[in-house]
T-cell receptor
Framework: DSGVTQTPKHLITATGQRVTLRCSPRSGDLSVYWYQQSLDQGLQFLIQ???????AKGNILERFSAQQFPDLHSELNLSSLELGDSALYFCASSAKTGSSPLHFGNGTRLTVT | GIQVEQSPPDLILQEGANSTLRCNFS?????LQWFHQNPWGQLINLFY???GTKQNGRLSATTVATERYSLLYISSSQTTDSGVYFC??????????FGEGTQLTVNP
């Protein structure tokens, strides 16, 4: 058990809808990262937050947004969903940035129909 | 950006065999991790090894940072070792860049 909790485990929704994925980092970790794993793109970095502030942005679409709350949990919001958004979405956390290992949650499997 | 290449892309073993997975990266790194993604999709953190050698049971890893590669050794493989093994690196900042992975199948 990595200590990173993601909910829900599975999500099935229709095109055009909006969903929210939730992540609770390991106790004491200040950094939260979101990754997307799709069949044709591999594991892609989306965005990072550190202690409530956005720290780095990767290949995140404008239809997607995220935030980290004062209690350090994070949410990833996906809107105007398309079939191609179907993927496994991972959250990871680390104690610091750059020099600490990342620990991944079990992921949320999103299916857009 | 940094390139991370893993080899071989696919590997099939009989239970009990040993194997070596390789990860080459194109630039200096601050962090390197090995992960195992099991058939249920979980990403398991195996090693945090920006340099040097570490061992954990039947698994060990070595990173030679000056030559920009890392090796993951699996000894006496078991069917539960099946899955995809990813190498991931950090250069500047803190984002991990993943390789394409090695798909390992261990047959009984």
């Amino acid at each position: 058990d990595s200590g990173v909790t993601q909910t829900p485990k599975h999500l099935i929704t229709a095109t055009g809808q909006r969903v929210t994925l939730r992540c609770s980092p390991r106790s004491g970790d200040l950094s939260v990262y979101w990754y997307q794993q799709s069949l044709d793109q591999g594991l892609q970095f989306l965005i990072q937050y550190y202690n409530g502030e956005e720290r780095a942005k990767g290949n995140i679409l404008e239809r997607f947004s995220a935030q980290q709350f004062p209690d350090l949990h994070s949410e990833l919001n996906l809107s105007s969903l398309e079939l191609g958004d179907s993927a496994l979405y991972f959250c990871a956390s680390s104690a610091k940035t750059g020099s600490s290992p990342l620990h991944f949650g079990n992921g949320t499997r999103l299916t857009v129909t | 950006g940094i390139q991370v290449e893993q080899s071989p892309p696919d590997l099939i073993l009989q239970e009990g065999a040993n194997s070596t997975l390789r990860c080459n990266f194109s630039d200096s790194v601050n962090n390197l991790q090995w992960f195992h993604q099991n058939p249920w999709g979980q990403l398991i953190n195996l090693f945090y090894i920006p340099s040097g050698t570490k061992q954990n049971g039947r698994l060990s890893a070595t990173t030679v940072a000056t030559e920009r590669y890392s090796l993951l050794y699996i000894s006496s493989s078991q069917t539960t070792d099946s899955g995809v093994y990813f190498c991931a690196v950090v250069t500047s900042g803190s984002r991990l860049t993943f390789g394409e992975g090695t798909q390992l199948t261990v047959n009984p």
